[in-house]
């Protein structure tokens, strides 16, 4: 059982637009943590939020930014939407962000770019 | 830097065989290894997960097998049934850094009627 939910399902953007995707984690959780899935290709680590502020970052640009609210719900920004940034976007949350936190994942937010 | 590689990366087989993904990752130092299931434009299911101090991890036709010495895990898959149709991914979680899992890109396995 993983609680995480993300919004919307799907999403269609054109080139230079910004786009918001939003996650609600499981409940008891206060640790979201981001990814993104090209086609083909595994999972890749965006950034972490923990109790509201940015716990690490992968390799992706500072238009890639993120939010998580005190109800430790989460969003991630996009701006200047590139057609490189299609892809599956995860989510997935865990109680904290010692070892043995569990990362539970979301269905997955699918974004186009045109 | 922990990388993680699945071999090979699509697989066909008939209906009733047995099989192994294979899994290998480069250090050593990690806390837990999880294998996913992905169909098609869909999000992640998780299958098994197995911890450091853990060999193996089993879940009615599945077992995953870890040795961290040698950085591989086997996922092994009894009588495959066609519904085991899927892209099977194995991620690494180190112990270094933030925690999150570092993923190998898949093995894509479809299993014939």
């Known amino acids: 059982e993983t609680g995480v939910t993300q919004s919307p399902t799907h999403l269609i953007k054109t080139r230079g637009q910004q786009v918001t995707l939003r996650c609600s984690s499981q409940?008891?959780?206060?640790?979201v943590s981001w990814y993104q899935q090209a086609l083909g290709q595994g999972p890749q680590f965006i950034f972490q939020?923990?109790?509201?502020?940015?716990?690490g970052r992968g390799n992706f640009p500072p238009r890639f930014s993120g939010l998580q609210f005190p109800n430790y719900s989460s969003e991630l920004n996009v701006n200047a939407l590139e057609l490189d940034d299609s892809a599956l976007y995860l989510c997935?949350?865990?109680?904290?962000?010692?070892?043995?936190?569990?990362?539970?994942f979301g269905p997955g937010t699918r974004l186009t770019v045109l | 830097k922990q990388e993680v590689t699945q071999i090979p990366a699509a697989l066909s087989v008939p209906e009733g065989e047995n099989l192994v993904l294979n899994c290998s990752f480069t250090?050593?130092?990690?806390?837990?290894l999880q294998w996913f299931r992905q169909d098609p434009g869909k999000g992640l299911t998780s299958l098994l997960l197995?911890?450091?101090?853990?060999r193996e991890q089993t879940s009615g036709r599945l077992n995953a097998s870890l040795d961290k010495s040698s950085g591989r895990s086997t996922l092994y898959i009894a009588a495959s049934q066609p519904g085991d149709s899927a892209t099977y991914l194995c991620?690494?979680?180190?112990?270094?850094?933030?925690?999150?899992?570092?993923f190998g890109t898949g093995t894509r396995l479809k299993v014939l009627a």
């Open positions: 197995i911890q450091s101090s853990q």
């Open positions: 409940s008891g959780h206060n640790t």
């Open positions: 991620a690494a979680f180190p112990t270094s850094g933030t925690y999150k899992y570092i």
């Open positions: 997935a949350s865990s109680r904290g962000v010692t070892s043995t936190d569990t990362q539970y």
């Open positions: 939020y923990y109790r509201e502020e940015e716990n």
């Open positions: 250090d050593s130092a990690i806390y837990n």
